[in-house]
């Protein structure tokens, strides 16, 4: 009967995991074409990511009530408690990006009435790149336990805090050079701004994962160290 509860328990952490993992790959998905509407306006990818939203919410319902079921039945200590809690804070962080996807996207709506820029949206297409990578590499460190490949997240969210005021240096400039075209950078600047805290949730699943090795709680000490 013990044996049986065991496997019975471990069955259930495993579908957490597994849901956490769909879900993320639903939300780097989105992120993906929300930014790919913006850049090339697209109009229908856009309207799109707009109406898988609300699948990506239930997700965040479901999975949330799996944890829940497992502190109520299994009262888990130690490793298997940390392993809920930080799912649970991941499924949080996972479905705010949704919600920045969604937003982008509603960004992209905006834009796609104008002519695409020369430079074909450069310097969001950089930040796009760089937050892909780094909520692609925080999933696949959460997923592997892999601390090494979470610390490297922390240097990447740098540099989209670099690309994210650049950008917004350069919109008000043209701004000031060209205020018919206010609403337009406007809807650009939200848009970066998304992403940016995209880069913000990918940190904070990084950090989870040496929550969940570690037992340590970083959010509010610093970068940790590769010797934490």
């Known amino acids: ?28 998905q ?7 509407s913006l850049i090339t306006h697209n109009l229908a990818m856009a309207e799109e990511v707009r109406d898988v939203e609300p699948q990506l919410n239930q997700l965040e319902v479901d999975l949330d009530d799996h944890c829940v079921a497992i502190l109520a039945k299994r009262q888990p200590t130690a490793g298997d408690l940390r392993v809920v809690v930080s799912v649970m804070k991941v499924i949080t962080d996972l479905e705010r990006v949704g919600d920045e996807a969604d937003r982008i996207a509603k960004m992209a709506l905006g834009l796609a009435k104008n002519t695409i820029p020369s430079d074909q949206y450069a310097d969001f297409r950089d930040m796009h790149e760089k937050a892909g990578k780094m909520l692609r590499r925080a999933l696949d460190a959460f997923a592997r336990l892999d601390v090494e490949s979470a610390l ?31 609403e337009q950078l406007m809807n650009l600047i939200w848009a970066a701004r998304a992403l940016e805290r995209i880069g913000d949730h990918a940190k904070n699943i990084s950090e989870y994962v040496i929550y969940q090795v570690k037992g340590l709680d970083v959010r509010h000490s610093g970068k940790p160290s590769h010797n934490d």
Not at 4 to 20: F, G, T
Not at 30 to 36: E, F, L, P, R
């Open 1 to 28: 009967m013990i044996k049986h509860i065991s496997e019975q328990y471990d069955i259930e952490l495993s579908r957490i995991k597994e849901l956490l993992m769909e879900m993320g790959g639903l939300v780097e």
């Open 30 to 36: 989105q992120v993906k074409n929300a930014c790919t």
């Open 152 to 182: 490297r997240v922390f240097a990447a969210d740098e540099e989209i805090d670099r690309g994210y005021d650049a950008l917004v240096r350069r919109c008000m400039e043209e701004m000031r050079d060209n205020p018919e075209e206010v």
